[in-house]
């Protein structure tokens, strides 16, 4: 229980800087509902990390039905990812970069947080916990379908917003879906002696 506590407060604190650090700053969004809390702030100034806990409960009690392991360790996993979004707030235009540069830098945090958390079958948040599942059904990687939901969820708030700038949020969503990928693949080393 312990290294999932560590996991969760790692993961958590990835994302929460990476999102306010980096992405926050150039009003962009990250996927799934990471992406959905950050386009419904931006419109209607709701504070994402609440916004995020709020959005997952439909999520969760769906996973309590089907699998009860993924729904513990996911809602501890939503919760502290919310409110790291919330206590990270203060960087947002504390970092100077160009946007590619944050882009990159930004969303290879947030995937780091993303994989670890989701390698040790903790979501991060209810699309990531969807993704968990239906990985697990249909045997598709979990990244593929991060991506795939992520994509969808940058094409609405383009259509919302009408901001070009947001396909930037694209090039966040595949090096956030790559690293999920890559992490959750990695089977680990093994040192004989």
Same mark, same amino acid.
């Given at each position: 229980?312990?290294?999932?506590? *560590?996991?969760?407060?790692?993961?958590?604190t990835?994302?929460?800087?990476?999102?306010?650090?980096? $992405? /926050?700053? +150039?009003?962009?969004?990250?996927?799934?509902?990471?992406?959905?809390s950050?386009?419904?702030?931006?419109?209607?100034?709701?504070? *994402?990390?609440?916004? +995020?806990? +709020?959005?997952?409960?439909?999520?969760?009690?769906?996973?309590?039905?089907?699998?009860?392991?993924?729904?513990?360790?996911?809602?501890?996993?939503?919760?502290?990812?919310? =409110?790291?979004?919330?206590?990270?707030?203060? /960087?947002?235009?504390?970092i100077?970069?160009?946007?590619?540069? %944050?882009?990159?830098?930004? *969303?290879?945090?947030?995937?780091?947080?993303?994989?670890?958390?989701?390698? #040790?079958?903790? #979501?991060?948040?209810?699309?990531?916990? =969807?993704?968990?599942?239906?990985?697990?059904?249909?045997?598709?990687?979990?990244?593929?379908?991060?991506?795939?939901?992520?994509?969808?969820?940058? $094409?609405?708030?383009?259509? +919302? /917003?009408?901001? *070009?700038? !947001? =396909?930037?949020? /694209?090039?966040?969503? %595949? $090096?956030?879906?790559? !690293?999920? #990928?890559?992490?959750?693949?990695?089977?680990?080393?093994?040192?004989y %002696?």
């Open positions: 229980m312990l290294k999932k506590i *560590a996991v969760i407060g790692f993961g958590s990835m994302i929460g800087i990476g999102i306010n650090g980096f $992405i /926050l700053p +150039f009003h962009l969004i990250n996927g799934g509902f990471f992406g959905i950050l386009l419904l702030n931006y419109i209607w100034g709701l504070k *994402a990390g609440i916004t +995020f806990i +709020f959005l997952n409960i439909p999520v969760y009690l769906f996973a309590l039905k089907n699998n009860p392991g993924y729904f513990y360790n996911g809602l501890i996993g939503a919760i502290i990812c919310g =409110l790291m979004l919330e206590i990270w707030m203060p /960087l947002n235009g504390v100077h970069m160009p946007i590619m540069s %944050s882009i990159i830098l930004g *969303a290879t945090i947030i995937g780091i947080g993303v994989g670890v958390m989701l390698r #040790s079958h903790i #979501s991060p948040g209810g699309m990531d916990l =969807l993704a968990l599942i239906l990985a697990k059904w249909s045997r598709i990687n979990v990244g593929v379908i991060i991506f795939a939901t992520d994509a969808v969820i940058i $094409i609405v708030g383009l259509l +919302f /917003l009408q901001d *070009a700038k !947001l =396909l930037y949020s /694209l090039v966040i969503v %595949s $090096i956030v879906g790559l !690293l999920a #990928s890559i992490i959750t693949s990695f089977r680990g080393i093994r040192i %002696s």
